[in-house]
Nanobody
Framework: VQLQASGGGVVQAGGSLRLSCAAS????????MGWFRQAPGKEREFVAA????????YYFDSVKGRFTISRDNAKNTVYLQMNSLKPEDTAVYFC?????????????????WGQGTLVTVSS
């Protein structure tokens, strides 16, 4: 199983970025997927998750209304559209495969993780 995250970069506050996570080696459409982030000196935190079909989505409170998670099962890819970015969104963003049934925000229920892509938001 491989998860390849991309799309990070440097953007000014108020700007937008779109992250992608290309999956291989797994039956992509049979797994919920999630995005997490880790800022320097902080613990990894949940950002967003999406159900297998893409019908249901879940967000961390601080990104609701600004971030949108989506997926294209035909392309084995999950996306994170990030708008109205703030300096506090600066972090390494990771995509992950959810392997267990339960709370979407629980990192312990995800088994495979991408390598991360750095998002830097300047003020």
């Amino acid at each position: 199983v491989q998860l390849q995250a991309s799309g990070g970069g440097v953007v000014q506050a108020g700007g937008s970025l779109r992250l992608s996570c290309a999956a291989s080696g797994l039956a992509f459409s049979t797994y919920a997927m999630g995005w997490f982030r880790q800022a320097p000196g902080k613990e990894r935190e949940f950002v967003a998750a999406i159900s297998r079909s893409g019908v249901n989505t879940y967000y961390f409170d601080s990104v609701k209304g600004r971030f949108t998670i989506s997926r294209d099962n035909a392309k084995n890819t999950v996306y994170l559209q990030m708008n109205s970015l703030k300096p506090e969104d600066t972090a390494v963003y990771f995509c992950a495969r959810k392997s267990e049934v339960g709370t979407m925000s629980n990192a312990g229920q995800y088994d495979y993780w991408g390598q991360g892509t750095l998002v830097t938001v300047s003020s």
